[in-house]
């Protein structure tokens, strides 16, 4: 998604807050002229162009914002500590539900080069069960000292594996996690071996799920293991809330 995507689909966002303000005659005319004006500032965001820009009196340094490094932080993070679940028997489904979080980014995680270990149809069963705690949940794979090799949007694996040549779909599925190298599993639909570092900054998230055309990508520590998850919607939202704040330009 271009950054002039980016501005447009926030202009609803934009509008419902202004709309908000002038319905409880929060503020002055000024804040709601601002508050129009924030997907310019999105663009100026997401493409670098703008370097500070003032409406109404706020000051909003976009490019400090876009350079801003994507920190870690509970449940607002844009790179977000994901629960990690590493399949185990069918019976352990309803077991580690109990534990998880709603609304924090869960990731399914599956080691390569375990040959036969995998049952395609048992990770379908722990993808749906998942998918109720996070509709957009990502499965992830690692090799077998637990270093990122590949991942898929969640609901796009399940639609590969349960549509209609799904038992041909499983047995690639199956042989893909088999083999001790991602190359047969970045053959499947959906799977990418693109990642991000997790001291990436805004900018360089957006810019990165924009070549790639991904919402979601997986963020790595310092040795290329998964750390969390950076969601496209997730950025888009913390920005927006600093323009609407005023505390992007904030010395």
């Known amino acids: 998604m271009s950054a002039i995507a980016y501005a447009i689909a926030s202009v609803p966002i934009a509008i419902l807050l202004a709309l908000i303000l002038k319905r409880f005659e929060i503020g002055e005319s000024t804040t709601f002229i601002a508050l129009l004006l924030l997907p310019l500032g999105v663009w100026g965001v ?20 876009a350079k801003a490094e994507v920190k870690l932080s509970p449940l607002t993070d844009i790179v977000e500590e994901f629960q990690a679940i590493e399949k185990g028997g069918l019976s352990a489904i309803e077991g580690f539900t109990r534990a998880l979080t709603p609304g924090k980014p869960i990731a399914l995680v599956l080691k390569l080069g375990r040959p036969n270990y995998y049952v395609p149809s048992a990770v379908v069963l722990y993808l749906q069960a998942l998918s109720s705690f996070d509709p957009e949940l990502t499965l992830v794979v690692t090799d077998a000292d637990g270093k990122f090799m590949a991942a898929a949007d969640g609901r796009a694996v399940m639609n590969f594996l349960t549509g209609q040549n799904d038992f041909q779909a499983q047995e690639r599925f199956r042989e893909a996690l088999n083999a001790p190298d991602a190359s047969r599993l970045l053959e499947l639909p959906g799977f990418t071996s693109e990642a991000i570092t997790a001291d990436a900054t805004n900018a360089q998230a957006l810019s990165k799920m924009d070549e790639l055309a991904r919402r979601t990508l997986v963020a790595l520590d310092s040795e290329g293991r998964p750390k969390g998850l950076a969601k496209r919607d997730a950025i888009v939202t913390h920005l927006l809330v600093q ?6 330009g904030a010395p």
């Open 46 to 65: 997401a493409s670098g162009a703008i370097s500070e820009f003032s409406a109404g009196g706020v000051a909003l340094k976009f490019r400090e914002a």
């Open 243 to 248: 323009l609407a704040s005023g505390s992007a």
